[in-house]
């Protein structure tokens, strides 16, 4: 059972995503679009194709992670497939064709010989949940960092991995925007703080789902405007939780 008191904890992935007395940096999002559409998604969990290939691919990147399930189809075409397919989810790991595991490995191994990658991943803990309260409304705010390492002069570094289409400069720039990506740095950045570890770094590494699985790492600045403006969301969206909205 979840306590729900700041720190950082050791939570099983199940038990982390099937909280519901707390908010996630997520659950902000969809809560800003729809209220109604946050609500529902609370008690029927979304599953697509992308969000299994991406569980797949953080796992064998860091090590860590709710487990997979290789399903030997060429395709969810068939019937024994789609079953398999659920099964898999209600036992509570991602599924994932042979074609895709390979693929994901593909680019685990990808990010792994980036050397920048490489550098802030050599050292740290994966999948950390982090809880803090929200002293203005008393919310219980979590959040599940990707890993968690940390400076020689002992700055906290938070980074994220993200499977993506392009690992581009313009791309990056523009999946910050599209993905609202300064909010999930602010709320990082604000419950390391609430749990005594402030001014944190923040990066993204960012590995393309295609071949030849080109990679790019980049560092949101923490003073910067996105992140400014990832607060201001949060906000709103922590106030309209509390309002149970």
């Not at 050292?123 to 400076?151: F, N």
């Amino acid at each position: 059972m979840i306590q729900h008191t700041s720190g950082i904890h050791d939570v099983p992935e199940s038990d982390y995503h099937g909280d519901r007395r707390s908010l996630s940096v997520s659950g902000a999002k969809v809560l800003l679009d729809c209220p109604a559409r946050y609500r529902w998604q609370q008690d029927n969990p979304v599953h697509k194709d992308e969000y299994d290939f991406g569980h797949v691919a953080h796992e064998l990147i860091l090590g860590k992670g709710a487990g997979y399930r290789v399903l030997d189809f060429d395709s969810w075409r068939s019937k024994d497939a789609r079953e398999a397919k659920e099964q898999a989810h209600a036992d509570g790991v991602a599924p994932i064709l042979t074609a895709e595991h390979e693929r994901a490995v593909a680019l685990a191994g990808a990010v792994k010989a980036h050397p920048d990658a490489c550098k802030l991943l050599y050292r740290g803990q994966a999948e950390s949940s982090l809880y803090a309260i929200h002293e203005a409304t008393g919310v219980v705010l979590r959040g599940r960092a990707d890993w968690l390492t940390g400076k020689v002069d002992g700055t906290p570094v938070v980074v994220d991995v993200k499977t993506a289409a392009s690992a581009a400069p313009d791309a990056v720039d523009m999946s910050m925007v599209k993905f609202r990506y300064g909010m999930q740095v602010a709320w990082y950045i604000d419950l390391l703080a609430a749990n005594g570890k402030p001014g944190a770094d923040f990066y993204l590494i960012y590995a393309e789902k295609a071949e030849p699985h080109l990679v790019s790492v980049a560092e949101v600045l923490n003073d910067s405007e996105v992140v400014e403006w990832g607060r201001a969301m949060n906000e709103k969206a922590i106030r309209l939780y509390a309002e149970g909205a």
